[in-house]
Nanobody, 124 residues
Framework: QVQLVESGGGSVQTGGSLRLSCAVS???????????MTWYRQAPGQEREFVSG???????KYADSVKGRFTVSQDNAKNTLDLQMNSLKPEDTAMYYC???????????????WGQGTQVTVSS
């Protein structure tokens, strides 16, 4: 059973920083795969949206709204994905979710696994 646990959320003022972390534990029962991991967020009354992630080829991807402010990093040995968030704005306020898929190739992946989320609140 695969489980994802996010941590690092909290409340900060505009311009502050937070570092989120997502840890994957468990096994999907197969070998020779790597986790492709992504951060999403969902604000009250809004749809869940992509924030940042690392693709199968290890390229980093960011939503336009966070480019230059957020930095994503992954430790494949530990199966963790971190998100360093700087220059936070009130519009970054949301529940942040980690998603992981076990992939053999860019297109051969398992189902999606999701964490429970961690709340980020940015006050003006």
């Amino acid at each position: 059973q695969v489980q994802l646990v996010e941590s690092g959320g909290g409340s900060v003022q505009t311009g502050g920083s937070l570092r989120l972390s997502c840890a994957v534990s468990g096994s999907i029962g197969i070998t020779d795969y790597k986790y492709v991991m992504t951060w999403y967020r969902q604000a009250p009354g809004q749809e869940r949206e992509f924030v940042s992630g690392i693709a199968f080829d290890s390229t980093t991807k960011y939503a336009d709204s966070v480019k230059g402010r957020f930095t994503v990093s992954q430790d494949n040995a530990k199966n963790t994905l971190d998100l360093q968030m700087n220059s936070l704005k009130p519009e970054d306020t949301a529940m942040y979710y980690c998603q992981a898929r076990a992939c053999y190739t860019r297109s051969m992946c398992s189902r999606e696994y999701w964490g429970q989320g961690t709340q980020v609140t940015v006050s003006s």
